[in-house]
């Protein structure tokens, strides 16, 4: 590439910087709070649903394995993260990074305009999945039948909505109490293992599964870890709100190094926990966790873990829901996508036209899947484009952009990005066909639309650089 494509470049990044930091968005949110945000979406139902699957797939032995592998990829990802999120912390994250990336070239403006895509179904499409699975919890407080469940679920997204319709300052400062409602309740769950192993005076032994072999053990350990996969998601959420962290080159590396960390270790800890809880008839219910401080404690105790499980659901819902409202909106901004969603509210200053129209069609979703449905789609949808495609372009800006520009650079580059690509490759593989084909479907579609919206899109844009929309 010439030294004037470069400096194009450079320039244009300068100027969506400067378009950011003089915009309506306000840089307010700190470390400690981007990286709450970052654990309270990270730690959601997913793993109170996903444990018990995982048991009943590997037994109760080495069920591990999938929750070490989540680690790993997430920290050979999160590097990525880091970088690109230093080095652009920009609102919209991925649709910031894939634009630096590949918009240089002439097909290039289809990788960002994808992820927004994507986007529009995909974060509806885990906001549902939460909702789904703090209704099932919730029946066990008070048993509902299907449709009540569906209520619940669709009642939950509205009162999120609600609670996300104000300045960004207040939601840090929420955040900040819904991590630590998250982190109390996951202490307890480890306790209440390390109870179980008092009260039993034994520990769980490890075995596989009696027909762990004779099912193909490569393909349920590919399974199983798509499942515990999605149990990581979030930990990149920080640099969806790229343009409201102070201090982004270090609060963005830092919250997210720190988040993997931190919830890797809950995690394994946790899986441990309820490993000494399992009996003969146990774990293999939906309502686990439940059940076994129903075991440990008596029903009483039960109900009030149900309720802080539905506080972690609760929270996750109201992190990613905070995050994913941002990415319609950067690329609204920039004229990449339909203007309307690019307006921010009068007074409270948030993307709220991108936050309800996310919300609506996580109230639709919820009411029309199960969240068993949704987990590999979630994955297959995403990984091609925003994981795989996020870390060929940060090859790609490190051959084209000098060092300085990234204020975090990761060790052993460019080893981390080839095992991360290798991996996420691995988990579409383990998503199975359909939702393999599904998730490329849905890139030809969109690749459709981008061509058939061509016109208006360049027109946004025009309207954008003269300062019309």
């Known amino acids: 590439m010439s030294d004037s494509h470069t400096s194009t470049s450079l320039c244009a990044d300068a100027n969506l910087q400067a378009n950011v930091e003089q915009g309506e968005l306000k840089r307010v949110v700190t470390l400690w709070q981007a990286t709450s945000i970052n654990m309270i979406e990270m730690v ?9 699957l995982i048991m009943q797939q590997l037994g109760v032995g080495w ?15 999160g590097l990525i993260w880091a970088e690109l999120g230093a080095a652009f912390p920009l609102a919209g994250g991925s649709y910031q990074f894939l634009k630096a990336a590949y918009g240089h070239f002439r097909w290039g403006r289809m990788m960002p305009f994808l992820f927004v895509w994507q986007t529009m179904v995909q974060a509806p499409l885990v906001a549902a999945s939460a909702a789904i699975g703090f209704a099932q919890y919730a029946s066990y407080l008070i048993p509902l039948p299907f449709w009540a469940q569906k209520c619940v679920s669709g009642g939950v997204i509205v009162v999120i909505t609600v609670l996300l319709y104000r300045k960004i300052e207040t939601i840090g400062r929420i955040s900040i109490w819904l991590w630590i409602g998250v982190m109390l309740t996951l202490v307890w769950i480890i306790v209440g293992g390390v109870w179980s192993v008092h009260l039993h005076h034994r520990v769980q032994g490890f075995h596989f599964h009696k027909d762990f072999w004779q099912a193909g053990a490569m ?54 926990s309820l490993a000494q809880g399992m009996v003969s008839d146990g774990g293999k219910g939906q309502l686990m966790v439940s059940e076994f401080f129903a075991r440990l404690f008596g029903h009483t105790w039960a109900q009030l873990v149900t309720l802080l499980i539905l506080w972690i659901a609760f929270s996750s819902l109201f992190s990613l829901m905070l995050g994913y409202s941002r990415v319609p909106y950067a690329a609204a901004r920039d004229g990449y996508f339909f203007p309307i969603f690019g307006k921010t509210h009068s007074s409270r200053h948030f993307p709220h036209i991108s936050l309800l129209t996310l919300s609506g069609l996580a109230f639709v979703f919820s009411l029309l899947f199960r969240i068993e449905q949704v987990i590999s789609a979630i994955l297959a949808m995403r990984i091609m484009v925003q994981f795989i495609g996020q870390a060929i372009g940060l090859l790609l800006l490190h051959k084209r952009l000098p060092a300085h520009r990234f204020p975090y650079r990761m060790r052993g580059y460019p080893l981390p990005i080839i095992l991360s690509i290798l991996a996420w490759t691995i988990v579409f593989i383990s998503t199975g066909w359909h939702f393999a084909l599904s998730g490329l479907l849905m890139i030809a579609a969109g690749i459709g639309v981008f061509y058939v919206i061509r016109p208006w899109r360049e027109n946004w844009k025009q309207k954008k650089i003269h300062g019309v929309a």
């Open 63 to 77: 069920f591990l394995i999938p929750w070490l592998c989540g680690a790993v990829i997430s920290a050979l990802d």
């Open 219 to 272: 393909a349920v350990l590919g399974h199983a870890t798509v499942q515990a996969m999605y149990s990581y998601l979030g930990y990149y959420n920080v640099c969806h709100l790229g343009g409201e962290i102070k201090n982004p080159s270090r609060n963005i590396p830092r919250s997210i190094q720190l988040s993997i960390a931190g919830v890797a270790m809950l995690y394994l800890l946790m899986n441990i």
């Open 44 to 52: 959601g139902i997913g793993p109170f649903i996903v444990i018990p």
